[in-house]
């Protein structure tokens, strides 16, 4: 990092909130922009809604170095607007904010979230119900507690299975008495140490700790566990119902 760069520091804006502008709003011209749908799941370019304008508007930042109070704050512009799914059998609409400057358009955020695609056949209705919740806050940035959702998804599973432990990992582990599951898989799964403690035990800084990228994995892990346990019997009838009839059938 240069001097310069180091006496300036990070830029901050003095608002948080992408929502919320510095300034009027101005009126422009929308534009298209690649995303992943909300509704239907499927990526995309997204276009703008017939006619409809998206509105412009200014977001002060400062810098956070040493050479915070001698500098002036400065504004970055940003545009919000609708857009509409390109797949003909959604055309669902979202709303979008990007950052804006001479050359190019940035995704910054958009609502409703793409939510993490679950399947909920035949799991216990609890437990499907605690995953979609840690798959609801997910989509809401809500990372710590989707995790703990997740985690809550998956003690009802060691209970409903009456497997036992220590902790939740070890619990996990005893799932492998009812359904194969991978030892990489559960070695992996130590790595998400909000799941390997007991919840009485977890350190604040564990919770803090918490990204999107470990509500994902989490997740993640989740389903394929809960897939493993519930979905994979259904899956194996499913595919020998689809087996071709015998030589008998065809004589009569």
């Known amino acids: 990092m240069s001097d310069l760069a180091t006496l300036l520091g990070e830029k901050v804006f003095i608002n948080s909130n992408v929502y919320q502008p510095s300034g009027n709003y101005i009126a422009a011209k929308a534009f298209r922009i690649s995303l992943k749908c909300?509704?239907?799941?499927?990526?995309?370019?997204?276009?703008?809604?017939?006619?409809?304008?998206?509105?412009?508007?200014?977001?002060?930042?400062?810098y956070d170095g040493p050479l915070n109070d001698a500098l002036q704050s400065g504004a970055e512009m940003f545009a919000i607007g609708v857009r509409s799914c390109p797949n003909a059998k959604c055309r669902g609409a979202v709303t979008i904010v990007a950052e804006i400057t001479p050359h190019s358009e940035t995704l910054v955020t958009y609502s409703p979230r793409a939510l993490i695609d679950f399947r909920s056949d035949n799991i216990p209705m609890m437990i499907a119900e605690?995953?979609?919740?840690?798959?609801?806050?997910?989509?809401?940035?809500?990372?710590?507690?989707?995790?703990?959702?997740?985690?809550?998804?998956?003690?009802l599973l060691c209970q409903e299975k009456g497997a036992k432990g220590a902790n939740l990992k070890e619990r996990i582990g005893k799932l492998t008495n009812f359904v194969t599951l991978s030892p990489s898989l559960l070695e992996a799964a130590d790595e998400l140490r909000i799941l390997g403690n007991d919840a009485a035990h977890v350190e604040a800084h564990e919770y803090d700790d918490i990204t999107k990228e470990h509500s994902d994995a989490a997740i993640e892990l989740a389903k394929k566990i809960l897939e493993a346990v519930y979905q994979h019997d259904d899956l194996v009838a499913r595919l020998r119902n689809l087996k071709k009839p015998t030589v008998a059938k065809h004589q009569q």
């Open 130 to 155: 605690s995953l979609k919740e840690a798959v609801a806050a997910n989509g809401a940035q809500a990372y710590r507690a989707s995790t703990l959702m997740v985690r809550r998804a998956l003690e």
């Open 38 to 62: 909300p509704h239907c799941c499927k990526e995309g370019i997204f276009d703008p809604i017939d006619n409809v304008q998206d509105a412009i508007f200014p977001r002060t930042y400062k």
